[in-house]
């Protein structure tokens, strides 16, 4: 409530804005005459944008406060795509913790709360990873690294990229002779890391296409997914161990808990802790695209080269987003589908 005026008397008109034109949603503060059985929350749109009115009552018989928001469409798309990423880092964060409560779960029953200490304390990932060098990229993925002078273009389009992303260092590009094959692949972090690019995908993609490609695997390392999926990978590893060696002494000690609710847990803890694996990759594929989004501001690049993706590797065209959501095999991808990489695509850029 609102009590307003000076002397019992009220006036009218704009008593307060806040916000800078052009740089994100304008709040203004203005008192109106009341209108009979109004609503006191309403929606306007066109095509500059949104206004939101809120009438609030005053005090003052006949006068309300009008609170009026007004936002641009590209305010409502940046904050859509602020949302889509706070969602995504936290659904990141419950499929971690997931797989760490399931983990202590398996050390718990293998030895009581000592146990679950240990599972835990194993399933921390060491930091050793692979070493991004010429001759490391070469023996194990039979990759070349390439060289601005071989090709300006594709270097630039890198560095311009990197230099949205604010990253630090750019990452070392490397083409795979893999014939038939169109991908890419993007290893390590922000601090080292490097893009693995098919020569079928340089030769088919055209640069808007490249850059969105690009974009996306910029997006996994400014993410920092690599670090994120090393540690699902430790996680679920010490989960298989311990789930086997729970059952084992549940067994050894001729525990009817073996044939129970407990045994039914440590059997079923492995499939558990990749299912969680396999979403938390979902879900950094998901961000990954808005990142390349942010980075390229151009949807169509990016919708194009998936739909050139999904030809190569189905050999058919985007599936309708309403038969992927009733696929049960969804959920055993690591990639989310085509369809709904593109719709979550389209509904974030403006």
Known sequence: MFNLGWGGQAWLGEIGRCGVPGSGPCISFTLVPAIPYSEPLQTSQSHAGTTVDVHLATGQPGIVLRCRIDASSRDLFRLRREIHRLVNHRRSTWAIAGMVVVLALCGWVADGADGA??????????????????????????????????????????????????????????????????????????????IVLTH?????????????????????????????????????????????????????????????GLGMLLSAAPTISRLLCLALSRIRELDADATALELTDDSQGLVAALEKLERHHNGSPILLAAAVEHDPMQFLRSHPATSERVGTLLSLAH
């Open 117 to 194: 200490r240990r599972a835990v304390a194993g399933g921390i990932p060491s930091s050793d990873g692979l070493a991004i060098s010429r001759e490391t990229m070469y023996r194990w993925f039979g990759a070349r690294l390439l060289h601005p002078s071989y090709m300006p273009g594709l270097f630039n389009i890198l560095a311009d990229v990197c230099r949205r992303a604010r990253l630090a260092r750019m990452p070392d590009l490397y083409c795979l002779e893999a014939p038939s094959n169109m991908n890419a692949y993007a290893l390590g972090g922000p601090e080292g890391s490097a």
């Open 200 to 260: 079928e995908l340089l030769r088919s993609m055209t640069p808007c296409e490249i850059a969105g490609i690009l974009a996306h695997e910029v997006g996994h390392i400014r993410n920092n997914d690599a670090w994120a999926m090393n540690w699902a990978s430790a996680l679920h590893q010490a989960i298989e161990w311990n789930a086997w060696v729970g059952l084992a002494r549940l067994r050894a000690r001729n525990d009817s808990a073996a044939a129970g």
